[in-house]
C-alpha cells in the first residue's frame, strides 16, 4: 500500500522566516517517485518538483529546496526568506513505478502574513 | 502554451440531476487523469486514460460515475443521478507521456449537490 502522510495541517509564519513543510511517505517499491504541488486560492495544483527513488541528491530553485532521505522515508521541502505569495496549499504526492495515479497527502495550510 | 481547461468551473445540481464536467488537456498530452477533491483533503485519483483508451477506471465510486475521450483529446466525466456525497471540486490532470511526468491539473470544477 502506498501512503503519504503531512503532519501538520496549517502552519502560520512570518514573511522572511524560513519554513519547512514535512512529508512522511510509505511504500514496497524500489522505484517510485515524489512529488511537490501548490495549490494556491485560486484552486489550480502547480507541479513544483519530481523526485525518483534512486536520485537522493538535494535540489534548490530559487527560494525552495528539497530534502529527501530514503532512509527516514521523507521528502520534506523547505521555503527560505518566505513570502506573502507563497500562501497556499502545499501537497506531497507519490506515484509507483508501475503505476500513475498520484496518492497525495492531505496538504499543509501555509499563510505567510506580512 | 494555453494549459489545462476545465468547465464549468462551478456547478449546482440538484439532487438526482445528471451533470457533464468538461476538460481540455494541453495539446499534445497523451495521458488524461480525473481526480475528486474533497474539501480540506488532497485529491484523489478516479480514472485515466491514454489516447482515447481508458485503462484504469478503478477510482470512479460507483457506476453513476462515467468517463469518457472519445477522440483523444477532450474528456467529459459524467455523473449520473448525483448525490449530496458528490458535492468536491473535479481535476482533471494531463501529461505529456504516460507515467512517470509529472502532470499539469486544470483549476477544476466545484460541484455542489443540494
Known amino acids: 500500500a502506498q501512503k503519504v502522510t503531512q503532519a501538520q495541517t496549517e502552519i502560520s509564519v512570518v514573511e522572511k522566516e524560513d519554513v519547512t513543510l514535512d512529508c512522511v511517505y510509505e511504500?514496497?517499491?524500489?522505484?517510485?517517485?515524489l512529488f511537490w504541488y501548490k495549490q494556491p486560492p485560486s484552486g489550480e495544483l502547480v507541479f513544483l518538483i519530481r523526485r525518483n527513488s534512486f536520485d537522493e541528491q538535494n535540489e534548490i530553485s530559487g527560494r525552495y529546496s528539497w530534502n529527501f532521505q530514503k532512509s527516514t522515508s521523507s521528502f520534506n521541502f523547505t521555503i527560505t526568506a518566505s513570502q506573502v505569495v507563497d500562501s497556499a496549499v502545499y501537497f506531497c504526492a507519490l506515484a509507483p513505478n508501475s503505476g500513475y495515479a498520484l496518492n497525495f497527502g492531505k496538504g499543509t495550510s501555509l499563510l505567510v502574513t506580512p | 502554451g494555453a494549459g489545462v481547461s476545465q468547465s464549468p468551473r462551478y456547478k449546482v445540481a440538484k439532487r438526482g440531476q445528471d451533470v457533464a464536467l468538461r476538460c481540455d488537456p494541453i495539446s499534445g498530452h497523451v495521458s488524461l487523469f480525473w481526480y475528486q477533491q474533497a474539501l480540506g483533503q488532497g485529491p484523489e485519483f478516479l480514472t485515466y486514460f491514454q489516447n482515447e483508451a481508458q485503462l484504469d477506471k478503478s477510482g470512479l465510486p460507483s457506476d453513476r460515475f462515467f468517463a469518457e475521450r472519445p477522440e483523444g483529446s477532450v474528456s467529459t466525466l459524467k455523473i449520473q443521478r448525483t448525490q449530496q456525497e458528490d458535492s468536491a471540486v473535479y481535476l482533471c490532470a494531463s501529461s505529456f507521456r504516460d507515467y512517470p511526468y509529472e502532470q499539469y491539473f486544470g483549476p477544476g470544477t466545484r460541484l455542489t449537490v443540494t
Open positions: 511504500t514496497r517499491d524500489t522505484t517510485y517517485y
